[in-house]
């Protein structure tokens, strides 16, 4: 079974205290956005959920990042202190990140997959269409939203 990272629109000041109290973030995202019926759970503009599939359209979209400092890189959110830990990006990062993603098109993307490098056996375009984009859509949501509410984002681990 593998993992599923979720990305949560999270305002700063909340970020501050669960940095401030890592013991209470792992709890309080999981009740909250993870788990079905918690308050933020089929929130669109707060909750997006990217499956099993961060796996592969991560490593694609870093790839594709022609930002000037490659800032598409922390969109993965690996530097957990244990794996469940939450990964937090503030506002100012997760507009930077948001501008990005946005020049990162489909063509670059369709051009940069390279099928013996990722885990999926065959690219077809229903694959592609219904999958990847579809995910890669939604992270970019993620960043969109969080750049026009002015808020960072949080990734976890489910």
């Known amino acids: 079974m593998g993992i599923v990272k979720e990305y949560y629109r999270v305002e700063d000041k909340m970020i501050d205290y669960f940095v401030q109290n890592p013991e ?5 995202f ?3 956005y993870c788990f079905m019926g918690g308050k933020y759970h089929d929130n669109p503009e707060r909750h997006f959920y990217l499956d099993k599939s961060w796996d592969e359209i991560i490593p694609l979209l870093i790839k594709c990042d022609n930002s000037e400092n490659n800032i598409v890189k922390e969109i993965n959110g690996i530097s957990f202190r244990y794996f469940d830990d939450p ?5 100012e990062l997760a507009a930077e990140i948001c501008d990005a993603l946005q020049l990162i098109v489909e063509e670059d993307l369709r051009e940069a997959y390279n099928i ?3 885990k999926s056996s065959e ?4 694959l592609w269409k219904n999958y990847f984009l579809l995910y890669i859509n939604k992270l970019k949501a993620a960043f969109q939203t969080a750049k026009r509410f002015k808020d960072g984002i949080v990734i976890n681990a489910c």
């Open 30 to 32: 999981d009740n909250n």
């Open 87 to 91: 990964f937090y990006i503030k506002s």
């Open 123 to 126: 690219l077809n375009d229903d």
């Open 116 to 118: 013996s490098k990722m």
């Open 24 to 28: 209470e973030a792992s709890d309080y």
